[in-house]
Every structure is written in C-alpha cells, then in structure tokens.
C-alpha cells in the first residue's frame, strides 16, 4: 500500500518538477529579459552598488539590504552543496552549463518579483509589510484572481511546515553533524517508539530547536538581524575556500570549463556515454538551479515587501542580486570545484559526499579539516533556510486568516515542533509531497508574471527616464 503511495507521489513529483514547470519559468524570465532590455546585463553594477546602500525614506519594516538577507537566508541552502553534485552527477558537467543559463533568465524573474512585491504591498499604520505573489495576484491583476492568490499562499503555508522549511533541513543538519562527529555511530541511544540514534543526531537537534525558537519568537526584525549577520558570515566563508580551491587548481580551470560547455551541448563526448543526452544535462541543470535560487516561485518577494523602500525597481533591482549570488556565483563555484577534481566521476559516493570529496582532494589542508569547514556551512545554510522558510509561510497563513494572530502563533510553534521531530522523521513522502507543493507555488506566480510584465516594464521605463537612480 506504502509502496503504491510513495510511487505515486513520485510521479506526480517528477510531473511537476518536469519540462512543462522549467519551460514556464524560462519562458517568463526569456520574456521579462526581452521587455526589460537585459537589464539583468546593463542594470548589474548599480544593482550590487545599492545592496549595501539602503534607503533612508520609505515604508517597510526592515531595510532592502536585510530584506535581501532573509531571501537568500531561505535560497542559499543545502541545494548550493549537495543540490549542486547532484545535477552534475546525473546530468554531467554540462549540467553547470544550463544552470547559469536558467539563473542568468531567473535575474529578469526575480528583479520582476521584487519590483511587483513593493509596489502592490499593503503597509498597516504600526509598520507591519505583507506583499508578495498573493498581494500582486488580487491587486494586480484583480479581485476576480483572489482565488488563485489563495491557492499560492496554501501552497506555501504547506511548503514551510512540511519539508522545505523543516523535515529536509533539519535531517540535512543532523546527518551532516552525524557524519563529523559519529560516522560509525559507535555512541548512540534508543529513543522510545523512534528507534536507535546517535547522540550526535540528539545533542544537534536539541540544540538547533532551541536557537530556532529564540529566533522566530522574536518575529521577523529578529529573523533579519540574524540572517544579516549569518548570510554574509557563511557566504563568504564558503567563497574563500572555494576561490582557494580553484586558484590551488588553476591549470585544471581550463579544461573544466571546456568540459562544462561541450557537456552542455555534448554530454556523451565528455562522459564517454554515461550521460545520454543534452536532454538530460539540461534538465538537471535548469531544475537544480530554479530549485536553488527560487526566482519564479514567488518566495523571494514575500521578504522583498517587508522593505523600507519607496521605489519599487530599486527593490527590484536589490531582490535581483540574490540570484546573482545564489547561482552564479557560489553554485559556479561548487560546480567547478566537483568537476576540476573529478569528484563527479567517483563511483559509491553522491550528494553532499561528492563537494566533501571535491574539497578534501583539492584543498591542500588535512581531509578532516576541509569535512569539517563543509560541515559547518552546510549546517549554516540549512539553518538560515528554516529561518526564512518560516517568515514566508507566516505571511502566508496571514494572508490566508486575514491576520488572525492566534492562529498564527499556533503556526509559529507548530513549526518549532516540527523543527524538533526532523531528523527523526524518515517518511520519504513527506519530503516529496513537500516537493511537489514547492513546484506548484510557481504556477499561479509565472502567471502573475506573464499578466503583469507589462507592469514591470512600463515602471522600469519610468524610473529610469525620470532619472531617479542617479538621485
């Protein structure tokens, strides 16, 4: 009966995370490139200048730069490491290939999501923001489409409390302290009804409750404080290491990259068969990356309406950044990294052991030291990705309840709960059920972004015709 379930939800997984889902979200960020003019191109450098330089005026209640922190909190997760070794494992390096390509169309997407989130958000008197794809559905494109803004928020309430928010990161956690600190699991304790598990598993999971609940009490301005100082910490700490690996291995550089682009096109060429097709290298490529930084599932901009800005392109242009740093540069990283050390060839290992063995055969430091720096930023980015999870589903259900603050709060502690039971929950449904509810929240945002391109494109022309950007 089980089997029968699991197998088709598997299905309806692979269905919703297949062609048709990738082809609707390139084809809105290919759309929105062409209207917008490759802003993503000539609008860049200003863009990255204004990240680190807020506004000073304008509604919201935290500032563009945190607001862009609590997005990447929940983008920049366990899908930059071992998301990453996947694709180019089943799909070859070429898969590295079309990931930049659906990030380079996902910049347009995100820069679309974060302009529609301010311009379309509601600000109550005490400060407090809600925006994003349900606020840009019913006042963008009319009241009539309230009921597919329901559908979306649904879907993302579901996506937080079931998997991508709390089961997958917090197993993701905990495996990967188990892995350091007690591989064999030589020390471990039999948990009633549960089963047998390493005090690695319990001690960390303890622990990660505890931080998660002092953290999400305090609301969102708590939630951005942290990311601020976490996000930057562990993206840095991560390109470093990553930048040494590659500089250590520069004549290898060359050659990988060749390898990425003939796989692209290629794949059998540089595989020797293992990989069929461009098909595939394609494929894994373009869903690694949408899966990765988000931009068309309408998460980012629920952070994006929290902004104290008064210019809807210049959060725009902020929100776009985040895929920029998400994809094109710490997943370009990754991906090098597994293909100039062959890591990818490897037989027996997969997901987060194929960037531990990339990072232990090319870093010149002992393998413990680099399983150890590993560890630590995996456990960083599932971390942040919870936090963010949490405040994306919170407004959510607020939009849902008409901010009905009892049952938000009941929300809030369901999902500390639920970060609690995580690394003992082994039920492969959930996670793909999770899976499936993440994919089907694009659906009723691509089509938000195909009504309101439009939109998008006359308020660009605008703002920067009036000259605003150079004030």
């Known amino acids: 009966m089980w089997k029968v379930v699991n197998d088709f939800l598997v299905s309806v997984d692979d269905f919703v995370w297949g062609v048709p889902l990738m082809v609707l979200i390139l084809a809105g960020g290919i759309l929105l490139t062409t209207r917008l003019g490759l802003l993503q191109v000539r609008r860049l450098p200003l863009a990255l200048k204004w990240m680190f330089k807020n506004e000073e005026e304008g509604d919201g209640e935290i500032s563009s730069f945190a607001a862009l922190c609590t997005a990447l909190s929940a983008t920049i997760g366990t899908g930059n490491i071992v998301g990453v070794a996947t694709a180019v494992c089943a799909g070859g390096p070429g898969a590295l290939f079309w990931m930049l390509v659906a990030a380079f169309f996902g910049m347009a997407t995100k820069y679309a999501e974060g302009l529609l989130a301010v311009k379309y958000r509601v600000v109550a008197e005490d400060g407090h923001s809600l925006g994003g794809p349900f606020y840009y559905i019913e006042k963008g494109m009319g009241s009539k489409w309230k009921w597919l803004a329901k559908i979306f928020a649904f879907f993302g309430v579901c996506v937080g409390l079931f998997g991508i928010g709390t089961f997958s990161q917090v197993n993701g956690i905990s495996s990967a302290v188990q892995n350091f600190f007690d591989p064999d699991k030589a020390n471990c304790i039999t948990i ?19 931080c998660v609940a002092l953290i999400l009490i305090g609301g969102l301005k708590r939630i951005a404080t942290v990311s601020q100082i976490i996000v930057p910490f562990m993206a840095v700490i991560y390109f470093v ?22 796989g692209a096109f290629n794949p059998k060429a540089v595989t020797g068969g293992v990989v069929g097709s461009m098909i ?4 894994k490529g373009i869903a690694r990356g949408i899966f990765s930084n988000e ?26 950044t985040g895929t920029f740093i998400d994809t094109i540069i710490i997943c370009t990283l990754t991906g090098l990294s597994i293909v100039l050390t062959g890591a990818w060839q490897v037989e027996g290992i997969e997901g987060v052991q194929v960037t531990t063995y990339a990072f232990q055969h090319g870093l010149p430091v002992p393998a413990r030291v680099s399983a150890f720096i590993l560890m630590l930023c995996l456990v960083f980015f599932a971390f942040t990705t919870i936090l963010g999870w949490d405040y994306y589903s919170e407004r959510c259900l607020e939009y849902l309840t008409g901010g009905h603050k009892k049952t938000i709060l009941t929300y809030r502690w369901l999902y500390i709960l639920a970060v609690f039971i995580g690394p003992y929950m082994t039920v492969k449904a959930v996670w793909t059920i999770a899976d499936i509810f993440n994919g089907l929240m694009a659906i009723p945002n691509m089509i938000a972004l195909f009504a309101l391109s439009g939109v998008v494109a006359k308020e660009t022309r605008s703002f920067f015709a009036d000259g605003k950007h150079k004030l």
Do not use: D, H, T
């Open 241 to 262: 290491f990553s930048i040494c690996l590659i500089v250590i291995n520069i004549r290898e550089v060359p050659a990988a990259v060749v390898m990425v682009v003939e």
């Open 192 to 210: 009633p009804f549960l089963g047998s598990y390493s005090w690695a598993v319990v001690i960390s999971s303890l622990i990660l409750s505890i």
């Open 295 to 320: 931009a068309g599932l309408g998460s980012a901009p629920i952070a994006a309406a929290a902004a104290q800005s008064k210019e809807p392109v210049r959060q725009g242009l902020v929100s776009m």
């Open 280 to 283: 595939v290298a394609m494929q």
